[in-house]
């Protein structure tokens, strides 16, 4: 089969390899329908050293369960599956508390010997915990909806979630990707009175504003801490969402949250300090919130909602390419001349 490899930045190739086989009886083989590029892929396209090996890509997909392992009690060959972008026994302490991404038995997808999403199969461990099946026949046009369940879209709900999102309340939404346009979405779904959306991209703070967004502010740094104020009146707002991970978007959302309020981080951080002090959020009393969302704990309630035609988050795929054409996709993305890529092998 083909599947994709990063064998440093900048980097992708698409390899020819082995078809996944069952090597514990907890796995699923899964036929890839749909794959996707995330904004995180990027961060290794960027700054990954080189490889003789390479680093299986790709952690959002969904497909058709093709081999069961024999302990797999909930799924069966033919069964449609959303894949949320970690693994998981969905029965440990941690699962059965919503944080699936810290499940002990779990793990990330192109470690550890297991592949990557954006390939033509894939071997899932912990099969009964991590797939979901979809019910019924499935419209292929709600595929790229059913896509952003895997993680883009419950990143951004993850967000709103944690933030504590509620019908009253002032959303700041830092970044116009993909899980910044999710995270409006979100917002709005869980209620928020106004939505203000940080972004420089007309195309984007567009389907923002269809999204949700009540107020766009492309001004960035102290002009655009500035501008969320005005608009809140000099308060600022209740909940803010980081969804870009660099210092000068935390920076922001310090100066933005308003005293008592949230700041919610989903955007992978590219730092391992930052300020918590005076200036940052003690003084405002601020709560510092956020991390890999673990969809999982999300799936079941949102998938109604894709179905049923309430939202359809799989607007933010503005570019569609075939399996050989994922390095070109990941081009596109890093120039931003795309929002984000759907694979469809």
């Known amino acids: 089969m ?9 980097d992708v190739r698409i390899e020819s390899v082995p078809d996944p086989i069952i090597q514990q009886p907890t796995d699923a083989i899964v036929r890839v329908t749909r794959a996707c590029i995330c904004g995180s892929d990027l961060h290794p396209f960027h700054s990954a050293p080189p490889t003789e090996r390479g680093k299986a890509m790709g952690h959002e997909y969904i497909g058709v369960v093709e081999e069961i392992g024999g302990e797999v009690s909930t799924l069966k060959a033919g069964d449609f599956v959303i894949a949320p972008f970690t693994y998981q026994d969905n029965t440990c302490v941690f699962c059965r508390e919503g944080m699936q991404t810290s499940c002990p038995r779990g793990g990330y997808y192109g470690a550890h010997g297991v592949g990557g999403g954006q390939a033509e199969a894939i071997r899932v461990p912990q099969a009964d915990g991590s797939l979901v099946k979809v019910p019924g026949a499935v419209d ?45 979405l979100a917002s709005k779904r869980l209620g928020a009175e106004r939505i203000i959306l940080m972004g420089r991209h007309a195309a984007r703070t567009d389907l923002g504003v269809d999204f ?15 501008a969320v104020l005005e608009l809140t009146g000099g308060e600022g707002s ?37 300020p918590v002090g005076w200036n940052a959020l003690f003084g405002k009393n601020v709560t ?19 179905l049923e035609g309430r939202i359809e988050p799989g ?31």
């Open 2 to 10: 083909r599947a994709t490899y990063l064998y440093g930045a900048g």
């Open 140 to 184: 292929e046009a709600l595929y790229p909806s059913l896509l952003t369940l895997s993680d883009v879209y419950l990143t951004g709900y993850h967000a709103a979630h944690q933030g504590r999102v509620a019908p009253g309340k002032t959303v700041t939404v830092i970044g116009d990707g993909a899980v910044g346009l999710s995270a409006v």
């Open 212 to 226: 949700g967004a009540t107020d766009v502010v492309a001004a960035r740094a102290e002009e655009g801490v500035a």
């Open 238 to 274: 209740h909940v803010v969402i980081e969804a870009v991970g660099l210092m000068p978007a935390y920076e922001q959302a310090y100066g933005i949250v308003r005293p008592g309020g949230v700041i919610s981080r989903v955007g992978v951080p590219q730092y391992n300090r930052a």
């Open 288 to 306: 510092l919130t956020g991390g890999p969302a673990p969809v999982r704990a999300y799936i079941e309630a949102a998938l109604p909602d894709v």
């Open 315 to 345: 607007r933010v795929f503005d570019r569609t390419v075939s399996i050989d054409e994922v390095p070109a996709g990941y081009r596109a993305m890093d120039d931003r001349s795309a929002l984000k890529v759907l694979v469809q092998p």
